[in-house]
């Protein structure tokens, strides 16, 4: 099962959230059985292999009425991220495109032309699709 999963992961280009953390992930488990004293990381976030990297932090909420067995997951991304999903280099869009079929978004166009400053040319975005 391990190989299906990181073939996949290699092909649709994403890795495990962990991988662009600048300090070690601190999750210890995700899924606690307390009774039966099963602990496990089994619970993951998978991010895109993108640069820039938008990863800032992974964490387990401990400190929350939880009716699971698996704990609650918090992934915290750069806003950044908004901004560069919204003016995407139109290579980027065509890979989604080919992965889960065209998306539909009222406030973004992509743009394809890369300015020197950031990679991203904001000019490009001339209207609302």
């Known amino acids: 099962m391990s ?3 990181n073939n996949n992961l290699n092909i649709f ?6 991988n662009f953390l600048d300090k070690p992930c601190s999750v210890e488990y995700t899924f606690a059985a307390e009774k039966r004293g099963a ?3 089994i619970d993951h976030f998978f991010v895109s ?7 800032r932090s992974f964490n387990v909420l ?8 698996h704990l609650p997951l ?3 991304l750069d806003s950044t991220i908004i901004d560069y999903c919204c003016h995407a280099p139109i ?3 065509q890979s989604i495109d080919a992965v889960v079929g065209p998306v539909q978004s009222a406030n973004c166009v992509y743009a394809d032309t890369p300015s020197q400053s950031n990679g ?3 000019n490009a975005v001339v209207s609302p699709r």
Do not use: G, Q
């Not at 280009?13 to 962990?18: F, G, M, P, R």
């Not at 292999?49 to 990863?55: L, T």
């Open 39 to 41: 602990y496990s990381t």
């Open 120 to 122: 991203l040319d904001r």
């Open 62 to 69: 401990h400190d929350v009425e939880n009716v699971s067995d």
């Open 74 to 76: 918090c992934l915290e």
């Open 91 to 93: 290579t980027i869009k």
């Open 49 to 55: 292999n993108i640069v820039p990297n938008f990863v």
């Open 3 to 5: 190989d299906f999963i």
């Open 13 to 18: 280009d994403l890795s495990v959230c962990n």
